[in-house]
């Protein structure tokens, strides 16, 4: 049984984005300060990396992300979000860009490491990441979507991986990424230990779970489903670059 905790977590996550966004402008909610936490520590990859790719230092990149995280606790850029710009992610990276250029001292460096203490940043593996990506000409606002992409669909999967712990699915997990003309139904049969129709099947059931979970996910992100579409079709274009 979850603990009330991870009921609070589940909770948190089954409302939209922009919700927790509305109630943390209010000042009155502190599980909407919870779930801009946690929505950060998800989101923030994509932030740094914006912060990089736009010319600043390793040190002072971190020094922004975290003022700039604290500067949205502390309300100062909720109070007038337009949410019929309609995406999270558009007004996650307007915001910081009004906050790189209108928000930044020098003295939030004596924020530094003030985060919110339970919250596990690992700057090293962001910045790892910057290194061995090959160099390209697309602006730091296309690298951006990429990046958000990328960190959406990692938590699609933790959330998957979480909800499928009694199927190995470890194992499974390759599968979604296939094409379907890759896939050797009679390897998995082999490999499971069942008939190659119960491959079948038990794949296209994950695939099917994997697909909801990524449109629930992309739906929270908006302020209507009617956008769920476009969207997904606007962060794939931007995992292949196009």
């Given at each position: 049984m979850p603990s009330p905790s991870e009921n609070s977590r589940v909770s948190l996550f089954l409302t939209t984005?922009?919700?927790?966004?509305?109630?943390?402008?209010?000042g009155e909610d502190s599980r909407a300060e919870e779930g801009l936490a946690q929505l950060f520590q998800i989101y923030w990859p994509p932030l740094y990396r914006y912060v990089r790719r736009s010319g600043r230092q390793e040190q002072d990149?971190?020094?922004?992300v975290q003022g700039f995280f604290l500067h949205l606790l502390e309300g100062k850029g909720l109070g007038s979000v337009?949410?019929?710009?309609?995406?999270?992610r558009a007004f996650l990276l307007a915001a910081l860009k009004?906050?790189?250029a209108n928000e930044w001292r020098r003295d939030h460096r004596q924020k530094r490491g003030g985060l919110i203490t339970h919250l596990s940043i690992d700057w090293r593996d962001a910045e790892t990441g910057l290194g061995i990506e090959p160099p390209d000409d697309r602006s730091?606002?296309?690298?951006?979507?990429?990046?958000?992409?990328i960190a959406l669909l990692d938590k699609v999967l933790d959330d998957l991986g979480n909800d499928e712990k009694d199927q190995d699915f470890t194992r499974w997990k390759p599968f979604l990424s296939m094409s379907s003309d890759r896939i050797s139904y009679t390897a998995i049969a082999k490999e499971f230990g069942m008939s190659e129709g119960a491959a079948r099947v038990a794949v296209h059931r994950l695939r099917k779970r994997y697909r909801q979970r990524l449109r629930d996910e992309i739906a929270r992100t908006l302020t209507t489903d009617d956008l769920v579409d476009e969207e997904m079709r606007a962060l794939f274009a931007a995992l292949t670059g196009q």
């Open positions: 984005r922009w919700t927790l966004v509305g109630d943390a402008a209010c990149a971190e020094d922004l337009d949410r019929e710009r309609g995406r999270f009004n906050y790189l730091p606002d296309k690298h951006f979507d990429r990046e958000w992409a």
